[in-house]
């Protein structure tokens, strides 16, 4: 009988030690749940009774305290859209050519920590490194190219490390079953692997435009305009962006108390963005995933 007591004391303490760790677990979890939604909540409180037809279609007039923000939006998808031009091949291609090309050494291990320090450095840097290549050397001046290829280079760290563990995660086993099969190489990283790893590497993409679309410190100076009530007609004019204008009307003006409401509508307006395009890209993984797995 005392030789059973200690095996169902040692099963109880391990099950209430499981509890107890579980319970912390879910708390924390909770606890990051409830503050993602009460900061949401605050944004929505105080940013819906301004977002209406008018302010997002509309140009902001009288010292930025009326009006919309349209010249923003649109600015802002030009800078996701030529970052992304710019970032995603360069991204994709040297994530494979690191996994699948590069043979495994020094030089290879130097290019990734690298990288990984490239992720980690200030957005601000980037946008140093910017105005001077681009905006005074190559000559861009402050415009749509200079402030799309600063965020490019800004978040290709991301999209090189999240494709490179994509195709990682794939087991050798479809390489060499390719190969066997009489493909080539580069039939098989076409046609066996990158339709296998498009969900992952999508999940990366996302990641990156997150990241983009939320940058002020690089777009301040390559291309960002503090006043520009106008759509622009060309890549190498200014625009505003919704990160910049949530800036500049928060922190300066001729009238803080009706700029403030603005601001919390354009902070809700860029939320809601980074939502779509999150949505939409979740909705693209999907589709991948589905044909993946039906093929």
């Keep these: 009988m005392e030789k059973n ?3 169902q004391s040692y099963d109880k303490r391990k ?12 708390l924390f979890s909770f606890s990051i749940v ?6 949401l909540g605050f944004i929505i409180y105080k940013g819906i009774g301004v977002i ?3 302010f997002i279609t509309t140009e ?16 802002t998808f030009y800078l996701m859209l030529g970052s992304a031009i710019f970032a995603f091949p360069v991204g994709i291609m040297s994530g494979i050519y690191m996994n699948e090309y590069a043979p495994n050494g020094k030089i290879v291990k130097f290019i990734r920590v690298m990288t990984n320090n490239l992720s980690g450095i200030p957005s601000i840097v980037f946008g140093l490194f910017g105005m001077t290549l681009f905006v005074n050397y190559l000559g861009f001046g402050d415009s749509i190219l200079a402030g799309s290829l600063t965020l490019g280079l800004l978040c290709v760290p991301l999209v090189i490390r999240t494709t490179e563990e994509a195709l990682k995660a794939i087991p050798n086993t479809f390489r060499e079953g390719s ?20 969900p992952n590497i999508i999940t990366g993409l ?5 990241r983009v679309s939320g940058e002020t410190a690089p777009i301040l100076f390559t291309c960002a305009a503090y006043f520009l009530p106008k759509i622009p007609t060309s890549i190498f004019d200014q625009c505003m962006a919704l990160p910049y204008h949530l800036y500049v009307i928060s922190t300066s003006g001729t009238d803080m108390e009706a700029q403030l409401p603005i601001a919390y509508g354009t902070a809700l307006v860029l939320i809601i963005i980074i939502l779509v395009v999150n949505l939409l890209a979740n909705a693209l993984r999907k589709y991948f995933s589905k044909k993946v797995k039906m093929n």
């Design 179 to 198: 190969r066997a099969l009489g493909a080539t190489k580069l039939q098989t990283i076409s046609r066996v692997i990158l339709p296998i790893a498009t």
């Design 15 to 26: 099950r209430r030690s499981q509890k107890i760790a579980f319970g912390i677990f879910s």
């Design 5 to 7: 007591k200690f095996p």
């Design 206 to 210: 996302i990641l990156a435009l997150g």
């Design 34 to 39: 409830i503050i993602l939604f009460s900061i």
């Design 60 to 75: 902001p007039t009288d010292g930025m305290t009326a009006g919309g923000i349209w010249p923003a939006i649109v600015g």
């Design 52 to 54: 209406n037809w008018n």
